[in-house]
T-cell receptor, first 113, second 112 residues
Framework: DTAVSQTPKYLVTQMGNDKSIKCEQNLGHDTMYWYKQDSKKFLKIMFSYNNKELIINETVPNRFSPKSPDKAHLNLHINSLELGDSAVYFC????????????FGQGTRLTVV | DQQVKQNSPSLSVQEGRISILNCDYTNSMFDYFLWYKKYPAEGPTFLISISSIKDKNEDGRFTVFLNKSAKHLSLHIVPSQPGDSAVYFCAASPYTGNQFYFGTGTSLTVIP
């Protein structure tokens, strides 16, 4: 049973479209994250949610909007997709508190054409 | 501004020898450090961690060393095995918790 699952695994779409990536965790964690891995392979944090509340919003364009309907889900909606949005997006979760590790989903490879 | 840096994008090691992966950080608020392993088309998986109150943590073939004064940590794998071939990410978390900042990864190839 997958701990952190993302759908879809691959997403190809045209510029200007709006798309969503879904993430679910069954670990009972309070905190969920979205990371972006670009062509330079840098894993950059985008958002962090703690019990459905936004904690971190790094310098991400406001075309990216996370939605957390409950603490087990954190979806990422992207409006007006641009070529530069092409990347692998990873969802992750961790338990609350110090000295914990994050568990990652398998990633969603987004290609904007 | 990258707060966690892995300056070696790749490393090749013979099977059975030691692999040493390095990581540097800049933020003094970081006090928990992690190493992740990533295979292609998969998400990163947790490997080993170390708290800032320690300078060494060992788990089987994997040992992480932390030098706080130099803001440097390293991962030693000994003996290296072909199955260890993967990308290794260093990550750091501040004392406030619940944030993880990653480096750019080092691609390790273990040659049989």
């Amino acid at each position: 049973d997958t701990a952190v699952s993302q759908t879809p695994k691959y997403l190809v779409t045209q510029m200007g479209n709006d798309k969503s990536i879904k993430c679910e965790q069954n670990l009972g964690h309070d905190t969920m994250y979205w990371y972006k891995q670009d062509s330079k392979k840098f894993l950059k944090i985008m958002f962090s949610y703690n019990n459905k509340e936004l904690i971190i919003n790094e310098t991400v364009p406001n075309r990216f909007s996370p939605k957390s309907p409950d603490k087990a889900h954190l979806n990422l909606h992207i409006n007006s997709l641009e070529l530069g949005d092409s990347a692998v997006y990873f969802c992750a979760s961790s338990s609350r508190g110090l000295n914990t590790e994050a568990f990652f989903g398998q990633g969603t490879r987004l290609t904007v054409v | 501004d990258q707060q966690v840096k892995q300056n070696s994008p790749s490393l090749s090691v013979q099977e059975g020898r030691i692999s040493i992966l390095n990581c540097d950080y800049t933020n003094s608020m970081f006090d928990y450090f992690l190493w992740y392993k990533k295979y292609p088309a998969e998400g990163p998986t947790f490997l080993i961690s170390i708290s800032s109150i320690k300078d060494k943590n060992e788990d089987g073939r994997f040992t992480v060393f932390l030098n706080k004064s130099a803001k440097h940590l390293s991962l030693h794998i000994v003996p290296s095995q072909p199955g260890d071939s993967a990308v290794y990410f260093c990550a750091a978390s501040p004392y406030t918790g619940n944030q993880f900042y990653f480096g750019t990864g080092t691609s390790l190839t273990v040659i049989p």
